[in-house]
């Protein structure tokens, strides 16, 4: 069974908007939370991660917030590029192995 | 250029044969994996090795093996025993407490 719960399954975002990803988690155990970024027929690149002792982190556009007693983290992608057009996963580990959610699809619209 | 090298990007196999999916790296990682990644349902790992001469299996190891003889060097041979082989495969590394760092651009197996 899938480890940790990624929604919305595809969204669509005008260019300039904010995009937002969410993702749950049972395990407690988990102590690294990462996000990738994959383009069509490439492998997953690291965009940000965070530890459950933070809150949120930025960077850039690209900012996690993590809420530890609901066992929830989010991805938000602020003023929205086409060229951010792509799957985004989450994930989260103990002990070097990662369980990943199923992906959100974003559509950027010019 | 430094990275994770997964060779060939496309392979095209007959049902029951064997086939070996290559992944180097020249990153100086300690620790490999292998990816599946099947359409909607996100990353799942085959096997990893977080050292020379020893691995371990992940959530779906069966009817695939590895080894681990040098430290550049993550081959995934994909057995007849695997019951649904046609899939993406992702090989990645990392060093330190980092779980997965960098991945290499894959190879698209293709049963027949």
């Known amino acids: 069974q899938q480890q940790v719960k990624q929604s919305p399954q595809s969204l669509i975002v005008q260019k300039g908007g904010i995009s937002i990803i969410n993702c749950a988690y049972e395990?407690?155990?988990?102590?690294?939370f990462p996000w990738y970024q994959q383009f069509p027929g490439k492998g997953p690149a690291l965009l940000i991660a965070?530890?459950?002792?933070?809150s949120e982190k930025k960077e850039g556009r690209f900012t996690i917030s993590f809420n530890k007693s609901a066992k929830q983290f989010s991805l938000h992608i602020m003023d929205s590029q086409p060229g951010d057009s792509a799957t985004y996963f989450c994930?989260?580990?103990?002990?070097?192995?990662?369980?990943f959610g199923a992906g959100t699809t974003v559509t950027v619209r010019a | 250029d430094g990275g994770i090298t997964q060779s060939p990007k496309y392979l095209f196999r007959k049902e029951g044969q064997n086939v070996t999916l290559s992944c180097e790296q020249n990153?100086?990682?300690?620790?490999m994996y292998w990816y599946r990644q099947d359409p909607g349902q996100g990353l799942r790992l085959i096997y990893y090795?977080?050292?020379?001469?020893?691995?371990q299996k992940g959530d779906i190891a069966e009817g695939y093996s590895v080894s681990r003889e040098k430290k550049e060097s993550f081959p995934l041979t994909v057995t007849s025993a695997q019951k649904n082989p046609t899939a993406f495969y992702l090989c990645?590394?990392?060093?330190?407490?980092?779980?997965?760092?960098?991945f290499g651009q894959g190879t698209r197996l293709t049963v027949v």
């Open positions: 990645a590394s990392s060093i330190g407490t980092v779980p997965v760092a960098f």
């Open positions: 395990n407690t155990a988990f102590d690294y």
């Open positions: 965070i530890r459950p002792d933070v």
């Open positions: 994930a989260a580990s103990n002990d070097y192995k990662l369980s």
């Open positions: 990153l100086n990682h300690d620790a």
């Open positions: 090795s977080q050292i020379v001469n020893d691995f």
